[in-house]
């Protein structure tokens, strides 16, 4: 057992809200929520997050009712984000508003369907989801008068382009100065909540992917037996609970093998944290973003665990022979929908034909089909896929 004492309140390294580095679009405060709270507010309120709830995680949406979507998972990870958050003093509502937002730049079909729009993107500068992400927020949702996108604070937006090129950096700095991507740049950390909300999502899809891998009969309990993170909360949910090798307990000894884990890694996060902040005497934000190391972490022995069950599920589940089969029909269907909208851009919603139809030159409208593509959820690239060739790729 992890000896932990919360820390109650907001710790001198939490964002503080009052100091917001702003919103692109200065806005008049509101009496009864903060610019964190707001942010999260109006992620939800998203169309973007809308369409979470019809896009892959790692089955295909119509696959089966109780497989995590991306909604789902968004909200476990927010979940965990905030859970961990209250313990380390953090800004609670600047971390779960990262972890709803973070991945709502995915196309259908998971990364199967990244890979084929950044293959079909490859000549206009690519496609990746983290920057999608952050265009989503930016400029892609259209609910205000006189902006577009959300108009999120600067830490919102720090939190959600978690990752970035040294390439894609110098351009988004070259339109934002010192904005966002500065700090890929500068080599400098992002704050503990973008920091968290990174690690509370990889926490969330390792737990629920085994959850999902064994109900879809793709891995099965002795398989994960070779995986020591996984072994070792199975053998101490039996010697808890020896019932639970009943055959018909399966689910039940799953769920409660997943239990511990998810309790083991969160208090593994919390304890390696506080270490790290007290050796470090980091004492502000300022502290976090110049500290050479990201303090919000597992400890090493956690962090190799967690890895060999990444790479359990990537060869056991992702790389499935038949999550393959359908990902690679998922990424006929956005390669076919890529080609058809390029060269028919007046089949795509006024909105998005219309870029197109004004678009300076090909990389701008290759970037309107591409924008077209990544907001569709899987029904509806499936759908608008058969209707535009006559071929079922995917029976929903
Ligand atoms: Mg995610």
């Not at 919603?349 to 004004?358: E, L």
């Not at 990389?363 to 569709?376: H, K, T, W």
Request: proline content about 4%; overall charge negative.
């Amino acid at each position: 057992m992890h000896d932990i004492t919360p820390i109650t309140g907001p710790a001198p390294w939490a964002c503080d809200p009052t100091g917001t580095r702003g919103r692109r679009y200065p806005e008049a405060p509101t009496p009864t929520r903060n610019d964190h709270q707001r942010d999260r507010d109006r992620i939800v309120h998203s169309s973007a997050f809308r369409r979470l709830v019809y896009k892959t995680q790692v089955f295909v949406n119509h696959e089966g009712d109780l497989f995590r979507t991306r909604l789902t998972h968004s909200l476990e990870v927010a979940q965990l984000g905030r859970s961990i958050g209250r313990s380390l003093g953090l800004n609670e509502d600047l971390v779960e508003a990262i972890c709803l937002a973070h991945d709502l730049g995915h196309t259908p079909f998971g990364h199967a369907g990244q890979d084929a729009l950044n293959e079909c993107m490859r000549d206009w500068g690519g496609f990746e989801h983290n920057l999608q992400s952050l265009r989503v927020v930016d400029t892609l949702e259209q609910r205000y008068p006189d902006f577009d996108g959300l108009n999120l604070t600067f830490e919102t937006r720090e939190g959600i382009l978690k990752h970035c090129s040294q390439r894609h950096a110098q351009l988004l700095e070259e339109q934002e100065p010192n904005g966002v991507a500065a700090r890929f740049l500068r080599g400098e950390q992002p704050s503990l909540e973008a920091q968290l909300a990174n690690l509370a999502d990889a926490i969330a899809y390792n737990a629920h992917d085994v959850d999902d891998g064994v109900r879809s009969g793709l891995i099965t309990l002795e398989q994960l037996q070779a995986v020591p993170l996984f072994a070792h909360y199975h053998q101490q949910a039996l010697a808890q609970h020896p019932h639970l090798a009943q055959p018909e307990a399966e689910r039940r000894l799953l769920y409660a093998c997943i239990r511990l884990m998810l309790s083991d890694q969160v208090y593994d996060v919390i304890a390696t944290t506080q270490t790290n902040l007290a050796r470090t005497g980091v004492a502000s934000v300022h502290d976090v973003r110049q500290c050479g190391q990201r303090l919000v972490a597992f400890s090493a022995e956690m962090h190799q665990r967690s890895q060999a069950l990444k790479t359990f599920l990537l060869h056991q589940l992702y790389r499935h022979p038949q999550v393959m089969h359908t990902m690679e029909a998922a990424q006929q269907v956005v390669r076919e929908l890529f080609a058809h909208h390029l060269h028919q851009p007046d089949d795509m919603p006024a909105r998005f034909a219309q870029r197109a139809a004004q678009a300076a030159d090909e990389a701008e409208r290759a970037r309107a089909v591409a924008d077209f593509i990544a907001g569709m959820t899987d029904r509806y690239a499936i759908s608008t896929h058969t209707r535009l060739t006559g071929q079922h790729l995917l029976a929903q």
